[in-house]
């Protein structure tokens, strides 16, 4: 049986989330930085009572920064902790197997380090991402 992905947009690319990663989908308002923080981390928001670590995904993965900043994040808990993870659009949750990365697929290294996968809606391939790869030092942890 498929499992359910949500398809988010960064940096103009298709990617999905599996469902078991997301808590939410919000729209973050002010962030607070944190001095010291690595650029990865654009600071601390107010969520529903509790304050949540944002994370820029386009500096994890070594892009340039939008022309527009997102507003819009995936809620995830890794290891007791929830970040926000800032995506530039999401679309909707639908049912895809997930099929393993082929070597011979070519990413840069950002997303080769965050990808988990590829699934194919309409004959289109997406990647496949795992949240906890984009919380900056958990990456140098789990190796």
């Keep these: 049986m498929p499992d ?17 990663q997301v808590e939410s989908v919000v729209d973050i308002g002010a962030v607070v930085p944190v001095p ?10 107010a969520l529903r009572s509790r304050v949540v670590t944002v ?37 909707d949750v639908a049912p895809f197997d997930l099929a393993p990365l082929s070597p011979g697929i070519m990413l840069d290294q950002g997303w080769r380090a965050t990808g988990c996968g590829i699934v194919e809606r309409a004959g289109e391939p997406i990647l496949a991402i795992d949240l906890r790869a984009l919380v900056p030092g958990l990456a140098a942890i789990a190796a």
């Design 55 to 91: 994370i820029d995904t386009h500096a994890v993965l070594g892009l340039p920064p939008p022309d527009i900043a997102a507003t819009r994040a995936v809620i995830t808990l890794v290891e007791g902790h929830h970040y926000a993870i800032l995506v530039d659009s999401l679309e």
């Design 4 to 20: 359910l992905f949500l398809i988010a947009h960064i940096a103009g690319r298709a990617v999905a989330i599996e469902s078991r």
């Design 36 to 45: 010291g923080a690595d650029r990865q981390v654009r600071g601390l928001a």
